[in-house]
């Protein structure tokens, strides 16, 4: 049936209408705001490219989680930044890393029971080259590099469980190394981790949208780029396959990452896998649309709302994001 019978209009009118049959919501408590950890007391530093983000000593993170819970916000993902890094990424996986100094700190604190602590499991924020895994060079010709995936599987277990010990309610793997959940998982029940689960960004894409958050974390590849591991952008069935082996390794959730310019990436997971699937609206996405504020160039508020429906709309039941706070405030 089709005009005048038919008008698409009619239930537009009020708010009341729009709201009764919104097919969409935006929720708090589906939300995961980023921090990222620094030594230090009383350290708030804010990323040049990242107006609103800061580098956080423990303390002042503990701060931040207790606004977090006052604004109904799902949980934190935890970054750190070592005082110092190594070949070997000790600050990863070291007992007194800043990340597990920081768990213990928000572990303790009963009033933070409600968020998710959620622990980035990866070496590049620890690594001096700023790779995510175990780098081999030839002395001859050093531009020659390679990623070293197996070698690298011990350490990212290692790190996973030293993060669950300091009180980490999910590991999330993002190194992109092939069969690091395998790994994690089977290291995870060797230490009686067996109720940690999983997240794992499955599908991790190469991306130029990542360059705001190498300086919030300072883990830029000092030699080449990491496209001998992250995905290639233009896959969308590799990506399938990506989080298949993930699932079947034992992954509890997946994270598409980045968010905007990889909807259909998110909308194809969400037909093919019955998990739970997570977004991440990566530090340029962020950055991108704060410039256009900063300008006047976009309506802070609505730009920002849309942005993270249109994520939830592709199927992604949480969204990693650093507008986190504000949008729980509107919402
Ligand atoms: C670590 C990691 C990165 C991001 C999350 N985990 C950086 C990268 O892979 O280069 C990016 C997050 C963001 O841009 O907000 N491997």
Same mark, same amino acid.
């Given at each position: 049936?089709?005009?005048?019978?038919?008008?698409?209009?009619?239930?537009?009118?009020?708010?009341?209408?729009?709201?009764?049959?919104?097919?969409?919501?935006?929720?708090?408590?589906?939300?995961?705001?980023?921090?990222?950890?620094?030594?230090?007391?009383?350290?708030?530093?804010?990323?040049?490219?990242?107006?609103?983000?800061?580098?956080?000593?423990?303390?002042?993170?503990?701060?931040?989680?207790?606004?977090?819970?006052?604004?109904?916000?799902?949980?934190?993902?935890?970054?750190?930044?070592?005082?110092?890094?190594?070949?070997?990424?000790?600050?990863?996986?070291?007992? =007194? $890393?800043? &990340? #597990?100094?920081?768990?213990? @700190? +928000?572990?303790?604190? *009963?009033?933070? %029971?409600?968020?998710?602590?959620?622990?980035?499991?990866?070496?590049?924020?620890?690594?001096?080259?700023?790779?995510?895994?175990?780098?081999?060079?030839?002395?001859?010709?050093?531009?020659?590099?390679?990623?070293?995936?197996?070698?690298?599987?011990?350490?990212?277990?290692?790190?996973?469980?030293?993060?669950?010990?300091?009180?980490?309610?999910?590991?999330?793997?993002?190194?992109?190394? =092939? $069969?690091? &959940? #395998?790994?994690?998982?089977? @290291? +995870?029940?060797?230490? *009686?981790?067996? %109720?940690?689960?999983?997240?794992?960004?499955?599908?991790?894409?190469?991306?130029?949208?990542?360059?705001?958050?190498?300086?919030?974390?300072?883990?830029?590849?000092?030699?080449?780029?990491?496209?001998?591991?992250?995905?290639?952008?233009?896959?969308?069935?590799?990506?399938?396959?990506?989080?298949?082996?993930?699932?079947?390794?034992?992954?509890?959730?997946?994270?598409?990452?980045?968010?905007?310019?990889?909807?259909?990436?998110?909308?194809? @997971?969400?037909?093919?896998?019955?998990?739970?699937?997570?977004?991440?609206?990566?530090?340029?996405?962020?950055?991108?649309?704060?410039?256009?504020?900063?300008?006047?160039?976009?309506?802070?508020?609505?730009?920002?709302?849309?942005?993270?429906?249109?994520?939830?709309?592709?199927?992604?039941?949480?969204?990693?994001?650093?507008?986190?706070?504000?949008?729980?405030?509107?919402?």
């Amino acid at each position: 049936m089709n005009f005048p019978v038919t008008r698409m209009r009619r239930m537009r009118r009020t708010e009341s209408l729009r709201a009764l049959v919104r097919e969409t919501r935006l929720h708090p408590g589906a939300v995961i705001y980023p921090l990222f950890l620094c030594p230090g007391e009383g350290v708030r530093k804010e990323i040049g490219s990242m107006p609103g983000v800061f580098n956080l000593s423990v303390d002042e993170a503990v701060k931040e989680a207790e606004s977090c819970v006052e604004l109904g916000i799902g949980g934190l993902l935890l970054f750190g930044l070592p005082s110092e890094k190594d070949e070997q990424a000790t600050g990863a996986w070291s007992e =007194d $890393g800043i &990340v #597990q100094q920081g768990l213990r @700190a +928000l572990k303790s604190n *009963r009033k933070l %029971d409600s968020l998710v602590t959620i622990a980035d499991v990866c070496l590049c924020e620890y690594t001096s080259h700023g790779h995510c895994g175990i780098v081999a060079r030839d002395a001859a010709h050093p531009a020659d590099f390679h990623v070293e995936n197996d070698a690298s599987l011990e350490l990212l277990a290692r790190t996973a469980v030293s993060l669950a010990k300091a009180g980490a309610d999910v590991v999330a793997p993002s190194d992109m190394m =092939d $069969g690091r &959940v #395998q790994a994690i998982r089977s @290291a +995870l029940d060797d230490a *009686r981790l067996e %109720d940690t689960p999983i997240l794992s960004y499955a599908a991790k894409f190469a991306s130029a949208f990542y360059g705001p958050f190498r300086d919030a974390a300072d883990s830029a590849p000092q030699f080449g780029d990491r496209r001998s591991y992250q995905m290639d952008g233009a896959n969308l069935r590799e990506a399938m396959r990506e989080i298949d082996l993930d699932l079947a390794e034992g992954a509890d959730m997946i994270l598409m990452k980045p968010a905007l310019p990889y909807l259909d990436v998110i909308r194809a @997971a969400r037909d093919e896998f019955g998990v739970p699937l997570g977004a991440y609206q990566v530090s340029g996405e962020y950055c991108m649309l704060q410039a256009a504020f900063a300008r006047g160039w976009l309506e802070p508020e609505r730009a920002m709302l849309e942005s993270l429906l249109s994520i939830r709309r592709a199927g992604a039941d949480f969204i990693v994001t650093y507008f986190a706070k504000e949008a729980a405030r509107l919402l």
